[in-house]
């Protein structure tokens, strides 16, 4: 992908996010699915500082604190209660993701501390009153914890880490049956003239649809429970008009769109809905949300029952970008579109060639010679 836009005069490098993420997929060894699941993600945001709801749910404003460990025994009650039939709690052990350690109150100060297992000696040193106590005695009544680590400890989930990841995921070929990717998270590029290029993830796609081969570029806007503002509606305008054809993804872990996220939408799909090429928008807009991203369905699937029944005959990322653009923007789909497009051009040439028909009609049949003695009209009345 960056070799790609290399060769368009851009020079590109991941972004701080975009680092984040990389580490978070190589701790997963590329498993992202695991993210796939609300209450795993509101139990490492709690451990992170982070607000979230009893039940792991995400609040509608989220506020970070200091970063929580909890007991071992907690943890492993919530993951069974994310994924009863799964053995969650052991992978995520294997992989890393968690930390364990004591939690020891201070004889002198009473205040407990949490003591990574390395650090576990024969004595501790309180990091709240730096006063020396013996492990025995002590060590007898703490608890064991966990902490998150790597970047599965950075709060807002992960810098929107997590929701990136699940977008790309959405494309796998275990979703996506023959599409084929070639992926780069969060990025920043420019251009020798100084322009500014920002996308949450990008991506060079392929896919092989009875037969027929398609292929494009495609760029995304993520959001884990945020809103989308004008910031990002712009920086879409952007890519749009830069890339013409590329594929422009509006993706969230909520579950809806707001009135004002779904008018800014709007305006940048219609744009993007005039006929390019080959029955294809000169930049399709595909929404995805919570309802896509944290299902283990692929779509149609994913949806409800009556929505499902009307897209049943869906095949291929164009379908899909089509599909939501009627599902959340209430929009008729493309062909609809363009057929009154088509429609409209045809009348507006129709009554364009009545008008000029009847001005023939009416223009006289016998013209008068100009001052020069030659015929100013037609040369024979049959010509009138």
């Known amino acids: 992908m960056f070799a790609w836009l290399s060769d368009l005069g851009w020079k590109t490098k991941l972004s701080s996010p975009g680092l984040l993420a990389k580490q978070a997929y190589r701790k997963l060894n590329g498993q992202s699915n695991v993210l796939r699941n609300e209450k795993l993600l509101g139990l490492l945001e709690r451990m992170n500082g982070g607000l979230v709801n009893k039940d792991g749910s995400p609040v509608e404003e989220n506020k970070i604190g200091g970063e929580r460990e909890l007991p071992v ?6 993951l069974e209660a994310a994924s009863p ?21 201070c004889p002198y100060c009473l205040r407990a501390s ?33 902490k998150t680590t790597g970047p599965f400890s950075v ?13 790309l995921d959405f494309f796998n070929e275990h979703r996506m049956h023959t599409m084929r990717t070639t992926p780069v998270l969060s990025f920043e590029g420019e251009a020798a003239n100084g322009r500014k290029l920002e996308a949450d993830f990008a991506m060079l796609w392929q896919e092989s649809i009875f037969g027929e ?7 995304g806007e993520c959001k884990t429970y945020g ?20 594929v422009l993804v509006f993706s969230a872990l909520r579950k809806s769109l707001t009135a004002k996220e779904i008018s800014g939408i709007v305006r940048i799909a219609k744009a993007g809905r005039r006929h390019w090429k080959a029955d294809r928008p000169i930049n399709p807009v595909l929404i995805l949300t919570g309802t896509e991203l944290l299902s283990w369905r692929p779509p149609p699937n994913c949806w409800e029952d009556s929505v499902r029944k009307k897209f049943d005959r869906m095949y291929g990322l164009l379908a899909v970008c089509d599909a939501t653009q009627q599902i959340y923007l209430n929009l008729p789909s493309w062909q609809v579109d363009w057929r009154e497009q088509w ?42």
């Open 227 to 246: 809103r989308f503002d004008e910031k990002d509606f712009e920086r879409m305008r952007y890519i749009a008009k830069t890339f013409p054809g590329a």
């Open 155 to 167: 709060p807002n989930y992960a810098d929107g880490a997590y929701s990136v990841l699940l977008t």
């Open 73 to 78: 025994a907690e943890v492993k009650s919530r």
């Open 114 to 146: 949490w003591f990574p297992l390395g650090d576990v000696r024969d004595t501790f040193a309180c990091p709240k009153c730096q006063s020396t106590f013996p492990a025995i005695g002590n060590l007898d009544s703490c608890t064991w914890c966990y």
């Open 213 to 219: 081969r398609r292929d494009g570029v495609a760029f």
């Open 85 to 105: 039939k799964g053995k969650l709690h052991d992978y995520l052990v294997s992989k890393g993701i968690f930390r364990l350690g004591a939690r020891v109150q």
């Open 343 to 384: 429609e409209k051009k045809r009348r507006r040439s129709l009554a364009k060639r009545d008008t000029g028909k009847k001005r023939e009609n009416n223009a006289p049949g016998l013209v008068e010679k100009d001052l020069t003695g030659k015929w100013s009209g037609p040369t024979s009345p049959g010509e009138s």
